[in-house]
């Protein structure tokens, strides 16, 4: 009954108005006094930060922050791919005939996470990073790959919650969530950079929407506050860390795997 009763008002609470509602907040003046509180309260690394704490006037200027020179080191190397965020590996895995298998206890369809578009065939034998933002982690993302922009799509949709309750007991939250979805060509293939909102956030932005290309681990987009990144890779071109498994941390930047030629 009582699951019954916070996915009813999760339902009512998801919708635009009120995620408007939070935003308008957490960009007025009135949003920089609770700035202290909310690092405390999420153990935030404010050392990490650009500026000095005083020197943000919102709550969602220091939740979008940049972080000082050098605290995110980018690996190195040839046709790497890398972290594009600050996360905790919700999935992770080989695409099954176009299906993401057990994100939270959920199978999740590649057609309808990408809105059906052209590119879902490039995918659906392809492999699989579902990366959870919370509160405490850096809400910037950088490009995986080094490459070209192909296309870039916004998907309007929900303002469902991605943390653990959204995602096990809501059903199809990352297709159902509003996305914005960046497919990068490199030298070795596509990859397919898809950015849900949250409940309360639902917005993402491109760091440039005049840039077509970038280096591995330019910046590529930000949340205004936390969420979820589904990273594609396409099919046969990617062979993942070996010591990497659902539930770890990894911070942006950090090695995931090797790109290699498509196989067939």
């Given amino acids: 009954m009582t699951k019954k009763l916070l996915r009813l008002m999760t339902e009512l609470s998801s919708r635009k108005w009120l995620s408007s509602m939070m935003g308008r ?15 405390k309260s999420y153990q935030i690394p404010a050392h990490e930060a650009e500026k000095e704490i005083y020197e943000y006037r919102t709550l969602n200027e220091f939740f979008s922050r940049r972080l000082k020179p050098g605290m995110r080191p980018i690996h190195e190397g040839e046709h790497v791919l890398t972290s594009p965020v600050d996360a905790k590996i919700t ?3 080989e695409i099954t005939s176009g299906t993401i298998l057990n994100v939270k206890g959920q199978d999740y369809s ?9 590119h879902l065939e490039l995918y659906k034998h392809g492999y699989v990073f579902v990366l959870y933002l919370s509160p405490t982690d850096y809400h910037r993302i950088h490009s995986p790959i080094t490459g070209v922009k ?5 998907i309007k949709g929900r303002c469902y919650p991605v943390n653990d309750f959204g995602m096990t007991q809501m059903k199809s939250v990352l297709c159902r969530n509003e996305r914005l979805i ?25 760091d440039d929407e005049t840039a077509n290309s970038w ?50």
């Fill in 215 to 264: 280096r591995n681990g330019d910046p590529l987009a930000y949340f205004e506050f936390g969420s979820t990144v589904v990273l594609l890779i396409q099919d046969g071109a990617f062979t993942p860390r070996t010591d990497l498994q659902t539930g770890d941390h990894v911070r942006m930047g950090q090695l995931l795997g090797q790109l290699h030629p498509h196989k067939g």
């Fill in 91 to 93: 999935a992770m895995g």
């Fill in 150 to 154: 192909v296309e870039s799509e916004h």
């Fill in 182 to 206: 960046t497919y990068i060509k490199g030298a070795l293939g596509e990859v397919a950079v898809v950015k849900v909102g949250a409940m309360n956030v639902s917005s993402i932005r491109y």
């Fill in 25 to 39: 907040f957490s960009h007025s003046r009135l949003s920089r006094g609770v700035i202290p509180t909310f690092i």
């Fill in 110 to 118: 590649v057609a309808e996470l990408l809105n059906f578009s052209p």
